[in-house]
């Protein structure tokens, strides 16, 4: 399959040349950045040289639509609606790792974004791509609207608590850390190194954009309307997300339960590990790979569910969860060209 990246200056496209190079089904034919465009990528990334040397070209050259069959497109929310409905109608697979398509409901997205919304035929049109939620879909797709990386940890977590209705989904509330990395290349005062070392912040405290999509997936999850509380961080380390989430139970259950009804559920996913009962899955444990792992313990006392889930932000969080959606669409096995071992310490 011939592959573009459609931003590829930025950590997300960069994560995706890693992948994509050494894809045994996919080759890089095409690697675009309108910033960067007439250098090569090792320029922008020495630790590519020797290994992929393509030049950085134009969004707007001819010919392009002839040269690649799946983009992918690590734009910032605001660009993709703009370009990628053209590729889109001369038949190229897309797969947009930007927030642009997430949200069906047009009105959020403006509410949550600030930015005109994308058409409505595009909003209707787009798979939500997480694998774990709608794999058939997923398959068949034209445009694939990949998840956040909160939303990715966030979901993932909740899932079988939510579908088995062992949770009031009202209650939940969840406190998100993640690596600086998820702020992109782009530099800013809230990501030089003197502001984040040593540091903990919270930010976008109830108006973070990742909200509503958590709150879509919840509501599909549970057919029921669901407001939740959620509080990111940013925390001085490069990679990494940890989503730690509370919930009132419906009925009193033990933590061997739920974590039989984890196991149960997730028990033929390949990037989901639910950890033994009594550990907890740490950042470092999943760093560079396309896992998500998780925890999970009962306070008897408040009645409350607590669930610790672990991702790679920019993998499984972003470029991984890309790649493994363009396997579903080439029915390739979900593993292929992503099955890396976690890198530690």
């Known amino acids: 399959m011939k592959a573009g990246i459609v931003g590829a200056n930025g950590y997300g496209g960069a994560e995706l040349i890693r992948f994509l190079n050494q894809h045994p089904y996919a080759d890089i034919e095409l690697l675009i950045s309108h910033s960067t465009s007439g250098k090569k990528i090792s320029e922008q990334y020495p630790h590519l040289r020797g290994l992929a040397e393509w030049d950085i070209e134009d969004l707007h050259q001819e010919g392009i639509t002839d040269r690649v069959e799946v983009l992918f497109f690590a734009t910032p929310a605001g660009v993709t609606k703009e370009v990628l409905p053209s590729f889109l109608e001369k038949g190229i697979k897309c797969i947009d790792l930007s927030g642009d398509f997430r949200l069906k409901d047009s009105e959020s997205y403006r509410k949550w974004y600030g930015k005109t919304p994308a058409k409505e035929e595009h909003l209707k049109s787009a798979v939500y791509g997480l694998p774990e939620l709608n794999r058939d879909s997923i398959k068949t797709a034209e445009l694939i609207a990949n998840p956040g990386c909160y939303p990715t940890a966030a979901i993932l977590g909740m899932k079988p608590a939510i579908q088995a209705s062992i949770v009031e989904a009202k209650t939940i509330i969840i406190d998100a850390k993640s690596g600086i990395s998820g702020a992109g290349r782009s530099p800013s005062m809230g990501n030089l190194f003197s502001e984040v070392n040593e540091n903990i912040q919270a930010y976008k405290l109830c108006r973070h954009q990742h909200i509503p999509e958590i709150e879509q997936a919840f509501h599909e999850l549970s057919g029921k309307d669901v407001a939740i509380m959620f509080t990111p961080h940013l925390i001085p380390m490069t990679r990494g997300i940890m989503c730690t989430m509370y919930a009132d139970l419906t009925r009193e259950m033990t933590a061997a339960e739920i974590h039989e009804l984890y ?75 992503i099955h890396h071992t976690p890198v530690y310490p």
């Open 263 to 337: 196991k149960e559920t997730y028990k033929d996913e390949l990037f989901i590990r639910v950890r033994p009962l009594g550990e907890i899955p740490a950042t470092k444990e999943v760093y560079g790979s396309n896992y998500c792992d998780i925890g999970l313990s009962v306070d008897q006392r408040t009645n409350k569910l607590i669930i610790i889930s672990v991702i790679d932000n920019l993998v499984k969080g972003a470029a991984g969860q890309a790649i493994q959606n363009m396997n579903l669409l080439g029915g390739w096995n979900e593993q292929t060209g």
